[in-house]
């Protein structure tokens, strides 16, 4: 299957398929299946940035602008590449719903697409030297018992100096049908302690923390326990000014109104079986969204896309 990627979408010395075992250790690999060993992986390397991407959940991993000496994002050492398993980092795509399903409680958390192998549409590299690339997934009878509709996803992704992944929504039946979604990037910071979100001053925001308690944001956000906000009607442009890094992240959204911030802090992380007890203080997720009050309804024929730009 990596030959077969590699002579169709391969880039010389640009883009190239790997194995997934090559990146996760082989202990979080499960070993008593051919599916759930072909985990192909997308590695980019051009004159602007580094990047690796997972053909399982169309989930983005790694993103290094050559200016920086630190990935951008974080991937957690004990992150389980498995069938079935989300991947603890980089960017998950939540889809159709975020959060828990708002009617049945036993359907998985975050919706389905991140537990499942996309494909590659494109690959390509643009007249400046960047890199693009294109995934896609489709319903099948297995997601129609999850979720009874017709949809296709697009995954937009460009590596430059700017990574920019955009998801498009189509709704390819005859009934319009409301989602709920997110780009749940994990950000790799120096220590949580000299974290500021900057651009959410005087916005509004539900404390999933606080059961669900509407609250009102004055100036920047600092996490100082765990967080886990749905924040509405947010500005395009948000920061994360990393202090022990000397680094401000960028983000510029598109077809969102929401953003989620999300840190399990000490005890939580603890809990989690791919996660470092101490992982907590390394990252913080600042979340493009359609999530909360902000539902998109995509009706027949017609696509939404959810796009944020990244960038130091």
Not at 6 to 23: M, S
Not at 108 to 124: K, Q
Not at 196 to 220: C, E, F, N, P
Not at 264 to 282: G, H, N, Q, T, V
Request: with cysteine; aromatic share 8%.
């Amino acid at each position: 299957m990596i030959n077969q990627l590699n002579d169709r979408y391969g880039i010389a010395n640009q883009l190239q398929f790997i194995e997934g075992k090559t990146l996760f250790k082989s202990d979080q690999m499960v070993s008593n299946s051919e599916e759930n060993t072909d985990f192909p992986l997308i590695q980019v390397e051009n004159d602007f940035a580094k990047a690796t991407i997972s053909l399982y959940g169309g989930h983005i991993l790694s993103f290094q602008p050559v200016t920086e000496s630190e990935d951008l994002l974080f991937l957690s050492e004990k992150a389980i590449l498995q069938s079935g398993k989300a991947i603890r980092g980089g960017i998950p795509v939540c889809w159709p719903w975020f959060g828990p399903h708002p009617e049945q409680s036993n359907l998985p958390s975050h919706g389905f697409v991140r537990n499942r192998f996309w494909s590659v549409l494109s690959t390509a590299t643009t007249p400046e030297g960047e890199t693009h690339i294109q995934l896609g997934l489709t319903d099948t009878p297995d997601t129609r018992e999850l979720w009874p509709h017709a949809w296709e996803l697009v995954m937009d992704i460009m590596v430059g100096d700017t990574l920019t992944v955009g998801l498009m929504t189509r709704n390819r039946g005859n009934q319009p049908f409301t989602i709920t979604q997110a780009l749940h990037t994990y950000f790799r910071v120096g220590s949580i302690h000299g974290v500021r979100i900057l651009g959410l001053d005087r916005t509004d925001y539900i404390d999933k923390v606080d059961g669900g308690a509407q609250k009102h944001q004055s100036g920047v956000v600092e996490i100082t326990s765990e967080v886990d906000r749905i924040y509405t009607n947010v500005p395009a442009q948000l920061i994360v000014d990393d202090s022990r890094w000397k680094r401000q992240i960028r983000l510029t959204s598109e077809g969102s109104n929401s953003a989620v911030v999300w840190n399990p802090w000490s005890e939580k992380a603890a809990k989690f079986a791919d996660l470092d007890d101490e992982d907590y203080l390394k990252f913080v997720c600042v979340e493009t969204t359609n999530a909360g009050p902000d539902q998109i309804r995509v009706f027949p024929g017609n696509e939404h896309r959810l796009q944020v730009k990244i960038r130091n």
